[in-house]
């Protein structure tokens, strides 16, 4: 119940493309849905998050939408650019357990000029 | 502002010694968080602390032990290591410890090789 599944595990883009990277969860308790980017030898850099009462969140090229119903969420990278290749993960956390979140398995996003 | 920093970048040990890891949340943050990523995979939850209390423990033997400092940084420490502790332990803050945010920020890691 604490599983955070993510698909693809990789991913390859035409430059100028949308890149769709989704993720399912079983513990309706989570109330918080972050994406994470991360660069070979980095820590992971918060991208953008959601919560559950809203369905779809932008900023710039990303966008999270969020289907509660279905328990699932999925990251849209819009005009996909090769700076953008990087491993994704989607999380979830819950209000009450604070700094835990249960990551995904993580998606390899190649964007090829 | 300085981000969450760790120390050591990169470390070596043998089989059976002891590490111990460091972090400095970002300034106002009262939280931290440790994680495990083994390569190729998602970070995995080992603690949260917060106002120097421990707030969380993930599925990590007893040889992993935390602690927090009253400047709000902390110390990671690992027992009797074994090939399969190598991995980037990472750091992580939030304001808060995520009650009414869950903004969550990590540090850029420190890698851990167990030979």
């Known amino acids: 119940q604490q599983q955070v599944k993510q698909s693809p595990q990789s991913l390859i883009v035409q430059k100028g493309g949308i890149s769709i990277i989704n993720c399912a969860y079983e513990?309706?308790?989570?109330?918080?849905f972050p994406w994470y980017q991360q660069f070979p030898g980095k820590g992971p850099a918060l991208l953008i998050a959601?919560?559950?009462?809203?369905s779809e969140k932008k900023e710039g090229r990303f966008t999270i939408s969020f289907n509660k119903s279905a328990k699932q969420f999925s990251l849209h990278i819009m005009d996909s650019q090769p700076g953008d290749s990087a491993t994704y993960f989607c999380?979830?956390?819950?209000?009450?357990?604070?700094?835990?979140?249960?990551f995904g398995q993580g998606t390899e996003l190649s964007v090829k000029p | 502002d300085a981000g969450v920093t760790q120390s050591p970048t990169h470390l070596i040990k043998t089989r059976g010694q002891h590490v111990t890891l460091r972090c400095s949340p970002i300034?106002?943050?009262?939280?931290v968080s440790w994680y495990q990523q083994v390569l190729g995979q998602g970070p995995q939850f080992i603690f949260q602390?917060?106002?120097?209390?421990?707030?969380g423990r993930g599925n990590f033997p007893d040889r992993f032990s935390a602690r927090q400092f009253p400047n709000y940084s902390s110390e990671l420490n690992v027992n009797a290591l074994l090939l399969g502790d190598s991995a980037l332990y990472l750091c992580?803050?939030?304001?808060?410890?995520?009650?009414?945010?869950?903004?969550?920020?990590f540090g850029e890691g420190s890698w851990l090789t167990v030979v």
């Open positions: 513990n309706t308790a989570f109330d918080y």
């Open positions: 602390y917060y106002e120097k209390e421990e707030r």
């Open positions: 959601i919560r559950p009462d809203v």
């Open positions: 300034s106002g943050h009262k939280s």
């Open positions: 999380a979830a956390g819950r209000k009450d357990q604070g700094g835990k979140l249960i």
């Open positions: 992580a803050s939030s304001l808060n410890g995520g009650r009414s945010g869950n903004t969550i920020y």
